[in-house]
């Protein structure tokens, strides 16, 4: 026996009408939406906001607290969560275009000349229990030596038509993961290019202020928010409390300050608009590019004006998960 014994869905719903008191309009809805999307998925995700005691299930439900609601919550979360990685869909596309564009301006379009080892720093070593050593280029130059053979399209295309594979169709067959590895192990004056590019900014100025606003530390910490983001999107986590200590903002003059993130050292300190949503979409305004930032908040106020007009005391719960002043942030 377990300590969390298999449960029927008519026994679920009894439990939580019964023993913690929470109200079911509509058990029939209430019965194929726990068939359909799990007791776990909807009630302990989204419950918490619902709870008189949160962390508590023995406690109950407040008085007001429904199904329908917590149910309303969890439709909520899965359209941010679409919107969210409808955006950094974007941003990524942008990247990786930039990306390879500055290697084949930089470095050469040949693939024999791009995928040289002596155009990438090592990046950490890995060691296994076999006595082999590996590094992040290794693997990288493992990445591409794969899609140099790969029989499917369009790298078989190129590789018999062209007898080429340039880094704009390599970066196709890359995650955004692995792109952000060919960044962080290119040479110093690539990762510089790149930076400017996607900020909109003149290379000889990026470096001149640089020491100043810890422009490039802010892009490489954007880089690893966008992709917990990413990542988190794309496997159905919920999203809209969300909050990453291994991917927060660091420090940086050029994201914290007026017009950007506007708050103070110490509201920092205490992690506040270090990882939450509305983080993502401040940093995202950054950019030259705006698309991604005009996606996500576009959607977010769709999203959000449709579940506030049901359930309008959700407001001050959902801007302070998400970080994010409705009336200001979002058109």
Known sequence: ???KPFKTIKQQLEILEKERNLTILDPELA????????????????????????????????????????????????QIRETILQGIEQFEQ???QTLAYVIAEEISDDETRYTAKSHYNKGESHHYHHGQTSTDRDRLLK?????????????????????????????????FGESIYWFKLSKKTIREKIVA???????????????????????????????????????????????????????SPFIYR???????????????M????????????????????????????IRFESHL??????KEMLEESTELNFNEDLP
């Open 1 to 3: 026996m377990t300590d």
């Open 31 to 78: 019965d194929r939406v726990l068939r359909r999307y799990g007791y776990y998925e909807i009630i302990n995700g989204y419950k918490t906001p619902f709870l008189i005691e949160p962390g508590n299930d023995e406690k109950g439900y407040k008085t007001d607290a429904t199904f329908e609601h917590i149910y309303a919550l969890y439709t909520l979360d899965r």
């Open 258 to 272: 007026k017009n950007v993130i506007d708050i103070s050292h110490k509201q920092f300190s205490h992690k506040k």
């Open 94 to 96: 942008t990247f990786k």
């Open 197 to 251: 590019k996607m900020f909109g900014f003149d290379p000889a100025v990026l470096d001149q202020i640089d020491s100043i606003l810890k422009i490039k530390q802010a892009f490489g910490d954007i880089l690893s928010l966008c992709l917990d983001y990413r990542n988190l999107t794309a496997h159905g986590g919920r999203i809209y409390n969300h909050r990453s200590s291994k991917f927060a903002l660091k420090w």
């Open 309 to 314: 007009k049901k359930y309008p005391m959700d």
């Open 143 to 175: 990445k591409f030596n794969k899609l140099l053979r790969s029989p499917n399209q369009p790298f078989s295309h190129y590789a018999t038509a062209h007898h080429n594979i340039p880094p704009w169709i390599m970066i196709k067959g890359l995650t």
């Open 274 to 301: 270090r990882s939450s949503i509305g983080a993502l979409i401040k940093v995202l305004h950054l950019f030259e590019n705006r698309d991604p930032h005009s996606t996500i908040t576009i959607w977010l106020s």
